[in-house]
């Protein structure tokens, strides 16, 4: 072991082979989201490779994979947030409970009100926190009217665990608050609106430790109700709070499996290698 | 294995002796940066209050003015030959008379006709209608005798101010001895006195440096302005969220772009003359109308607020964008509800460079004829008008000595509603920030 590390061929990981076959169960019994043969182009450049994944009903499933594997890009296929990069192009299938995304008779705005988002940094709107939580409903027509909003924004604070921190100071802007804070108010903005899917791309990867430790404490929570997909570059963290892990290298899903799986026994070599941090 | 820095390609010795040698060069060379920089400040100052201090000597006098005081009898008959107290009954009265009866009391009733001009030579010839115009102010004061300031003539006023002076010979200046010997007399009955000018605010233009005023061109101005505000803001905002966030990135916009920068830099006159083909000949709207002029200056603004208000949206960060997307807004209420309220604090200060610009345009409003001579206060933007930097521009023209300090005057004018509009505009930005930050 202690050879390779030191072998420059064993290090560089861009000349391995990468196989055309996911390893693992890519498939599950109850599937909420799945993705089949789907390709992504940013102008000619191929950045998410023939994927094949299900992501089952409330399980919290990780993406994990060197910088610049396509996993956040695949994420960001889930919602159509792709959409937004001119360039981008996607090819392929994604079904939501069954409707595909792509549909046209599907407006975009109704899919991102199913399948929530949080991103790598913080970012909540330079407004009051009670109108960072209640802008969603508002402009979905949740709530029938102020005394309802009001209880709307208590319930996705208090899922998101931050009622009993920002009750006294609603009318605050939400900048104001700590970044830990700020994070967990926009993972309470991404609930208000009643998602079934809540998308996380890195979503710690700009907090401190303890901050981090609340969030993922939060995303245990969540995962009763939600099925959530995270994108990761901590491998402890994914194996905290991962049901399944999904691996990816150079725009290919390696290998899929049993977070326990995958991180005591992974099958491919690639796996192995990036988990124990060989290379990435 | 060797010891690298041992291999390196300076011993650490030799290194921190150049090290030190380059410090002193790097200090030497930031010192002398920074004193270019403080020269550069002191030398702007200076230039600023020479500019200053040249407007406000010349200007500050422009301000006020000389009057004789003179007791008048309004003559119930002379004054209302009707006799029903009417504007139009009061004005063809003989307030003429009355006032040139008044003043040849106050002189001791000189005798001859060469005397009695000399006389009338110190009177504004606008005395008449301010008769007038104080008895239909004031009809109480009919059949009585009351004391009534007069303007001075502008030469007398220069006389006065000693710009003419005495010991030039009679035929070389515009007052002449008599006039003089009879400035004197007032002057030592203390009937001369030096005051604000009541004429400045409140006049309109006139050949008559001592009764001539600003207040039909700022009226112009503010009407033409409003024009420009109503037309160039909403278009350039518009133009600017349509080109950053709506439009597709392709050679079409590209050209676009590069023409709106262009545009900015076209001569102000260029637009002028546009706007006399467009509006005026090929629309057919009326010369000299503020509703032409700030058309015109609107274009001319265009460019710079669809400029900075492009810079102000770019500045609002992609991630609030994303936010609001994540949540399901759609790509309007994204627009609508987080790029342009935190841009607006942007997309107004280049509407403040845009407006204050254009205040002080002249060249394309003298091609529309808005340099027109308009004794009326505008009521509209359908009336003809003029502006305050045409009425500068006109005053700057004219021989009289009193115009000088008319036009130093205007200036001081023009520049305090161009600071009052941008305290304005920065008042209202504040505000702006504090809400979104």
Not at chain 1, 196 to 216: G, H, N, Q, W, Y
Not at chain 2, 87 to 97: F, I, K, N, Q, V
Request: hydrophobic letters at 45%; one cysteine or more; aromatic letters at 6%.
């Amino acid at each position: 072991m202690v050879d390779k590390l030191t072998d420059p061929k064993e290090v560089d990981f861009q000349d391995r082979e990468v196989p055309d076959e996911t390893v693992g169960e890519i498939y599950v019994d109850n599937p909420r989201l799945t993705a089949r043969n789907v390709n992504v182009y940013y102008a000619d450049k191929l950045a998410v490779d023939n994927v094949t994944l299900d992501v089952g009903s409330s399980e919290v499933i990780a993406f994990v994979g060197p910088s610049g594997c396509g996993k956040s890009t695949l994420l960001r296929c889930f919602n159509r947030m792709n959409d937004t990069i001119d360039i981008c192009r996607m090819e392929g299938v994604i079904n939501i409970d069954g409707d595909d995304i792509n549909d046209p008779k599907i407006d975009v705005v109704s899919l991102r009100a199913r399948v929530g988002m949080v991103f790598q940094k913080p970012n909540p709107f330079p407004k009051s926190i009670f109108d960072n939580i209640a802008y969603g409903p508002r402009i979905h027509g949740l709530a029938k009217d102020s005394v309802e909003l009001d209880e709307i924004v208590e319930r996705s604070l208090e899922r998101a665990g931050l009622w009993s921190e920002v009750k006294d100071r609603l009318d605050q802007p939400g900048t104001s608050l700590s970044g830990g804070q700020q994070q967990r108010l926009c993972i309470a903005r991404a609930v208000a609106v009643g998602p079934e899917v809540i998308l996380m791309d890195e979503p710690c990867s700009a907090l401190d430790p303890i901050a981090t430790a609340k969030v993922e404490e939060l995303i245990s929570e969540l995962r009763k109700q939600y099925t959530i997909v995270i994108v990761t570059h901590s491998m402890q963290q994914a194996a905290r709070v991962s049901d399944r892990t999904a691996y990816f290298h150079l725009g290919k899903l390696v290998e899929v499996g049993e977070t326990k799986q995958i991180f005591t026994r992974p099958v491919h070599r690639l796996t192995e290698d990036y988990i124990t941090g060989r290379f990435g | 294995m060797t010891n690298p820095i041992e291999n390196g390609p300076l011993s650490p010795q030799e290194a921190a002796i150049r090290v030190q040698a380059s410090l002193k060069k790097r200090a030497r060379s930031e010192r002398r940066f920074q004193y270019l920089g403080i020269a550069a400040i002191t030398l702007s100052i200076l230039f600023l209050v020479l500019l200053f201090a040249g407007i406000f000597s010349k200007g500050i006098p422009g301000m006020f003015q000389h009057y004789v005081t003179l007791e008048v009898l309004l003559d119930k008959d002379r004054m209302d030959p009707e006799g029903d107290m009417s504007a139009a009954s009061l004005y063809s009265g003989d307030a003429r008379g009355i006032v040139n009866e008044s003043l040849m009391n106050a002189l001791g009733s000189p005798e001859g006709r060469k005397a009695k001009r000399a006389a009338r030579a110190i009177l504004s010839s606008a005395s008449a209608s301010r008769l007038t115009e104080f008895a239909i102010k004031n009809p109480e004061y009919i059949g009585e005798i009351v004391a009534v300031k007069f303007a001075v003539d502008d030469d007398i006023d220069s006389f006065l101010r000693g710009f003419i002076a005495r010991e030039t010979p009679e035929s070389d200046r515009r007052v002449n001895d008599q006039t003089i010997e009879f400035v004197d007399r007032l002057n030592q009955a203390s009937l001369i006195s030096y005051e604000f000018s009541d004429y400045l605010f409140t006049g309109s233009a006139s050949r008559d440096a001592e009764i001539a005023g600003i207040k039909g061109a700022l009226i112009g101005s503010i009407w033409t302005l409003g024009v420009c505000l109503l037309i160039a803001f909403p278009l350039g905002v518009a133009t600017a969220v349509y080109l950053e966030e709506i439009a597709p990135k392709n050679r079409m916009t590209e050209i676009i772009e590069i023409n709106i920068n262009n545009l900015a830099a076209v001569p102000s006159v260029v637009f002028g003359i546009m706007g006399l083909a467009i509006f005026i000949i090929v629309f057919g709207l009326p010369r000299s109308i503020p509703l032409v002029g700030g058309i015109v200056l609107a274009l001319m603004t265009l460019p710079t607020i669809i400029i900075s208000s492009r810079a102000a949206i770019r500045a609002v960060p992609p991630s609030i964008r994303d936010a609001a997307l994540g949540v399901g807004a759609s790509k309007m209420q994204t627009i609508l509800h987080h790029v342009i309220p935190p841009a607006m604090p942007g997309m107004l200060t280049g509407t403040i460079i845009g407006m204050a610009q254009a205040l002080g345009e002249t060249a394309p409003l003298l091609m529309i004829g808005m340099v027109a001579f308009i004794v009326d206060v505008p009521g509209g933007v359908m009336e003809p008008a003029t502006a305050l930097p045409v009425q500068i521009f006109m005053w700057a023209d004219f021989a009289e000595r009193m115009f000088i300090q008319k036009t130093s005057a205007a200036i001081i004018v023009l520049l305090a509603f161009l600071i009052t509009m941008n305290a304005g505009a920065i008042i209202l930005r504040k505000k702006l920030e504090r809400r979104w930050q």
